[in-house]
Structure formats: C-alpha cells, structure tokens
C-alpha cells in the first residue's frame, strides 16, 4: 500500500521561510516525478513545482520560481520543498504527489499524478 505524508506546514509572517517534506512508501520511489500543489479555498489545486527521478530536472510555476525549492532524497523516499520569501497568496493547503516517469515528461497535469497526500496547510500572515 502507498502512502504519501507530507509535513513542515505552520504559521509564518510574510517574507518568511518554511520547509515542507514528503515521505513516500510502499512504492519504488526513484521511478516517479514528485510534484508539490497547492490548493487555497474556493481555488483550483495548481501546480507549484516537480523535480525528475534523477533530479535532473525541476520545474516551477511562475508565481513561485526564484522563491521556491524542490529537492529529493531518494535513498530517504523523501521529496522536500523549501519556501523563501513567503507572501499572503502563498497561503493554501500543499499537497505532495507521485507521477510515474513514464507517463510523459510534462509536469503540471494533476491527472498524470497517481498518489497523493493528505495535505499540510501553509499560513502566511501579513
């Protein structure tokens, strides 16, 4: 059984950091794409940013590219993303999720990610 767990969320005031974590089971996590979304109320979940199996490649949605991170470990089935320089829109519930790398080399469509969390709920206070 997979299981994905994301965590690191909380309270911070604007221009802020935060680092969120993801760790995976029950499946071969060198073999999947790791995306981050986010999802603020009354919104669309949107992509926030992916990074290859062999964390060759990442990629980043406008809104957060220069302020945002995505890392892995893959000898921990982890996936990180770090947060700096956080704004009030950046508030939302983020969400960690597995797509198999061989389901194409576009990383921003929800639908292609097969496993997801539960979520961890970011704040950001102005």
């Known amino acids: 059984q997979v299981h994905v767990v994301e965590s690191g969320g909380g309270l911070v005031q604007a221009g802020g950091s935060l680092r969120l974590s993801c760790a995976a089971s029950?499946?071969?996590?060198?073999?999947?794409?790791m995306g981050w979304f986010r999802q603020a109320p009354g919104k669309e979940r949107e992509f926030v940013a992916a990074?290859?199996?062999?964390?060759?490649?990442?990629d980043y949605a406008d809104s957060v590219k220069g302020r945002f991170t995505i890392s892995r470990d893959n000898a921990k089935n982890t996936v990180y993303l770090q947060m700096n320089s956080l704004k009030p829109e950046d508030t939302s519930l983020y969400y960690c999720?597995?797509?198999?790398?061989?389901?194409?080399?576009?990383?921003?469509?929800?639908?292609?990610?097969?496993?997801w969390g539960q979520g961890t709920r970011v704040t950001v206070s102005s």
């Open positions: 990074i290859s199996v062999s964390v060759g490649r990442t």
């Open positions: 999720a597995a797509k198999p790398a061989t389901s194409g080399d576009y990383y921003r469509l929800t639908y292609e990610y097969r496993y």
């Open positions: 029950g499946l071969t996590f060198s073999t999947y794409v």
